[in-house]
């Protein structure tokens, strides 16, 4: 069998070329396959961590409120049934006013978040003291109206310090303390087409609770105040 060497090369010399031109086409075209893109952590499981060098975005707030001293309980009125027949409550003649900035660390979706937030205040009246504290807020922002009447609802837990023992505190109390707990209750309404303002309702509370690890002070001072807080 005689093999034409010429032809051969020829032969070959074309599929070369052929594979060339091939693998060029190929190069051009863009590779398939299913579409990906990178989603920050935070979106993917809904939970945001926002520290204070962030921008606010909504997040950063300032509250003003005042009110009237209630002499009953928080316990009587948040778990015994009147919470929502304040014309029980017993009074004292003496108001509070305060302020606080506050700011949003945390959340989840539109679920929930943690805020922190730090105020004063001073009382008047048949008690003198001022007041500072700081705290953790929880709240809670999803409701089923809010797309008529934003509303949140939320609870603290910090310390507050008192410039002074009013009378009233030691009256509750064979131990006193300037320092105590701070469990403020709260809840917000706002319209949905202006995120800026919200109105507060808040019962501005500190004690010692029935533990009494103030001093073994379970006594303090509470208001249910009202009032405006700015968000920006």
């Given at each position: 069998m005689q093999v034409n060497f010429g032809r051969l090369v020829?032969?070959?010399?074309?599929?070369?070329?052929?594979?060339?031109?091939?693998?060029?086409?190929?190069?051009?075209?863009?590779?398939?396959?299913?579409?990906?893109?990178?989603?920050?952590?935070?979106?993917?499981?809904?939970?945001?961590?926002?520290?204070?060098?962030?921008?606010?975005?909504?997040?950063?707030?300032?509250?003003?409120?005042?009110g009237g001293y209630i002499a009953t309980s928080m316990s009587s009125i948040f778990t015994k049934g009147k919470i929502f027949t304040p014309w029980d409550w017993r009074t004292k003649d003496s108001g509070f006013i305060g302020g606080a900035v506050s700011r949003e660390i945390a959340s989840y979706r539109d679920l929930w978040g943690v805020e922190t937030e730090f105020g004063v205040g001073k009382r008047f009246g048949d008690l003198k003291a001022g007041e500072t504290w700081g705290a953790l807020y929880f709240r809670w922002k999803s409701f089923p109206w809010n797309d008529y009447l934003r509303t949140t609802v939320a609870v603290s837990t910090g310390l507050n310090y008192a410039t002074r023992i009013d009378q009233v505190e030691r009256d509750k109390a064979s131990h006193t303390s300037h320092v105590l707990h701070y469990l403020s209750p709260e809840i917000t309404f706002g319209l949905p087409d202006n995120p800026h303002w919200d109105v507060i309702l808040r019962f501005h509370h500190r004690s010692g609770g029935k533990l009494a690890v103030f001093n073994k002070n379970s006594g303090g001072a509470q208001y249910q105040t009202i009032g405006l807080r700015y968000t920006w």
């Open positions: 020829t032969l070959c010399a074309a599929a070369g070329l052929l594979i060339g031109v091939s693998s060029a086409r190929a190069a051009d075209i863009p590779m398939s396959g299913p579409e990906t893109s990178v989603v920050a952590p935070e979106a993917v499981d809904g939970f945001r961590w926002r520290p204070w060098t962030e921008p606010c975005e909504l997040t950063c707030h300032v509250t003003v409120y005042g």
